[in-house]
Structure formats: C-alpha cells, structure tokens
C-alpha cells in the first residue's frame, strides 16, 4: 500500500473528524503532488461531516473556524501553529446549465461521487492512513504513464465547465504531461465554450500555464483563440508558433510569469497588450509591468541599429551606434554603465530583470549582451549607485537654500545635475553638486 506522510496539522483534522465516526481524507492535488514525490502545496480535506458538524467539533474542541466558501461546503479549519486547512464536504454538483456554476451543490456520504465530479483522474484521489489510496479512475496508473484524462465522459465533462479545458493544459503542462486522446479532443472541439467562463477564472489558468517549465506544446490555438483571439493563432500559425518558442526560452521562475506573458503579447503592441490584459482583468500592477516589458519588449533601447529604435534609454547625449553590443568585451565599458543607469531610472531592478529575459528569449543570439546589462543593473543597484533625482546628494532644498529659484527651473537642475552624475561628469557629492548647480542656473 501507498503511505503518503501527511503533515501534522492535517492529520489532526482528519483525526478529530473520525473520532466522531465521520468519513476524512485528504484529497486532490495533495494527494496527486505526494505520489509523484513532489512536496504539496496545500492539503486540502474531504469529509462526510457537513460544514455545521465540522464547525461544531471543532468548535467544542477549543479549535477556530472560518467560512470561506460555506455554499460550496468549505471551512477552513485553524490549527494554530500547524497551519489552516480547507475541509470540504463530499459533494455532487447539480447540473451545470451556464457552463460555469453548478445549479446547485448537493452534499453526499460518497466518498466516490465527490470524487466522480472532479475534472481529471490525476486529480480525483483520496488517501487516508487507515483505508490507503482512494483511486476509483486509475488515477495512479495514469500518474504513471504520464498522462492527463478527464474523469468520466470528456465532452460532458468539459460542456458542464468549460474552465476544465484550460485545466487541461495547465496541469499536462505543469507536469510535462501527454493528453489523453479522447480527453484532447474534446478539449479542442469544446474552446469555444470557453468564452462563457469569467475572466478572472482564466486569467488565473492561463497564468498558472504560462509557469509551466515549458508550455510551448500546451498552449494549444484551438484554445488560445478563444480566451485572446486578438492573437490570430489560427491565422498566423508561423508568428504564434514563434511566440511559443520564445516563451519556453524564458526561464520557468515565479519571476517570470510577467516575462512570458509579454513574451506573448509581444505582437499586438503596448496598447493591444493593455487592452487584452484589462479584459483579462488582471491586476493594474500586472497590467502595467507587462505592458512596460511590451513597450521594451523589442530590445531596441540596446539594438540601437534596429529600425525604429526608440531612443528612450539611450537619451541624448549617447550615439546610438555606441550601444552595449558594439563594445568590446573586456574593456571598461562606459555607455554599458550610462544606458542601465539610464534604465534604472525609469524601472525597477525586478523590471530590468525580466526585460533582459525577454530581450535574449527573442533575440538568443544577442544573449551574452542582455546578460552583461542585467549583471551591470544587479551591480548597480547592490552599490546603491545614483540613478535617479532622489538618490542625489542634494534635493530642491539644498538647492533653493543655495540661491537657486523655485518652480519648473528647479526641477531641471536637479534633471541636469542626475546626467552630470550618471555620465561621471560629477560626483554625487553635495558640494559638488552645488557647485555645478550654480553654473547651470547661471548658463
Ligand atoms: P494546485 O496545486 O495547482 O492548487 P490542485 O489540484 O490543488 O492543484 P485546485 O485548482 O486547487 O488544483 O483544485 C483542487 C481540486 O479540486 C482539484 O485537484 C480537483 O480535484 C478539484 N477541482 C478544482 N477545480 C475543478 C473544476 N473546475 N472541475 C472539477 N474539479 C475541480
Ligand atoms: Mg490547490
């Protein structure tokens, strides 16, 4: 038999519920994740105990609870020190006529039915110590032969919840799974009903996809084409099969969920990326750092010969044919310093991290190059070095203090002192800078 080491936290749970004679397992990804040998990310708990018996229990134990999602059956139980848990009890859901919600939720004793409404077999175990591995759909055989199948009929399966197709590619490509055939099928003929699923439940699928190690072969056109059709998978097979490319070059990091995503949205441009990500409702902090590493996305702030190269990282003052891939290796190179100072001006360090990783997963024969910038950026920022007006040694009131004049001609003093300071023409040291402030007010 299969022994999986269930924490204790859980373990305590399960036990306080068959104490009082109700059924307690874990369940799902837990379960799934241990017999694969990976570490779970949380251990969720099913139980024949409905949520008033299961708060009761625990309640009389001195143990707190919390509603989270009671319509669904879930409390979470609060075990201190060892963690909280979600305890579910069994259910079948009713029938599905939106495609999204069950019509109802109706709790069951079956330790088997609850398992029956789960989207796929890998997925639809139990485990307890007493009573081992509840595994009525060859989950485990399928673990083993690596393969990912819808619970019951597919086509069903996917027509009652259509998020489950984008399921799907998330766990086969998290796992580096096959699909089932009939299960792979179903879930290219069924895409379009993807388009009646919330934007945040996709959003959050496709994210998780995207953190596959590599998702190039699961991010299926049948699909794509249905949660951002402004990519024309379908009818520009050769760029999306590109775009597919590029993001397997980029490394799988939680880091980098950004990075691909922008990877993706690269062709439609910061303002088609804008929109396909507002619609996507992703959070405005997403929203903004995919659109910037769009925006930057090209690489041409550093392929100064590229054509329509932006000069925004390069300022004025840097000959865009001096850029950081015409210097020789080995040299001190200055214009390197400049440009990522300049950078780092505009974005954060983690920004300039993920814009190097996009850059080279599109243009890998420029690799070494992007890596030199992103080690000068992490250089620059470990020495704390002078990128921007707050970090200079002297602020407006130093400056007004030293006779200079309040209002707009303030604020291009300080912009003139930053590039003396960035260019090494001064040192970010406050007499210095006063010095070289009163030259330019007075110019
Ligand atoms: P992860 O480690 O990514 O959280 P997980 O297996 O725990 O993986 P969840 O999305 O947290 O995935 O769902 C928990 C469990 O609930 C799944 O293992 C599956 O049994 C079931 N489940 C979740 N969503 C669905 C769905 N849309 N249809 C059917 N079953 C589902
Ligand atoms: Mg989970």
Known sequence: MHRISIPKGARAVLLNLRYENHEAYVVGGCVRDSLLGKEPKDWDICTSATPDEVKELMHRRGIKTIDTGLQHGTVTVDMGTVGKYEVTTFRIDGNYTDGRHPDY??????????LSRRDFTINAMAYSAEEGLIDPFGGRDDLAAHLVRAVGEPERRFEEDALRILRLYRFAARFGFAIDPATG?????????????????????????????????YLEPAVLAVVLPELEPEKQPGRFAELCRTIDRIEPTAENVPTRLAALLCPLGEAGARKALRKLKCSNALTDEVTALVGEGAGSFLLGHESGARPIACGNRVPPQRTVLGETPGTPNTTLTVQVKRLLGRYELPTIQRLTALCSARHPEQTRAFAALRAEAERLTAENACCRVSQLAVNGRDLMAAGVRPGPGLRQVLNALLEAVITGQTPNEKDALLAAAAQFSAS
């Open 105 to 114: 939720v109706e709790f069951t004793e079956s330790i088997y039915k609850d």
């Open 185 to 217: 099928a179903a879930a290219r003929a069924l895409g379009p009903h993807l388009d009646c699923v919330s934007a945040e439940r996709i959003q959050e699928e496709l994210l998780k996809l995207l953190a596959a190690p590599r998702p190039r072969s």
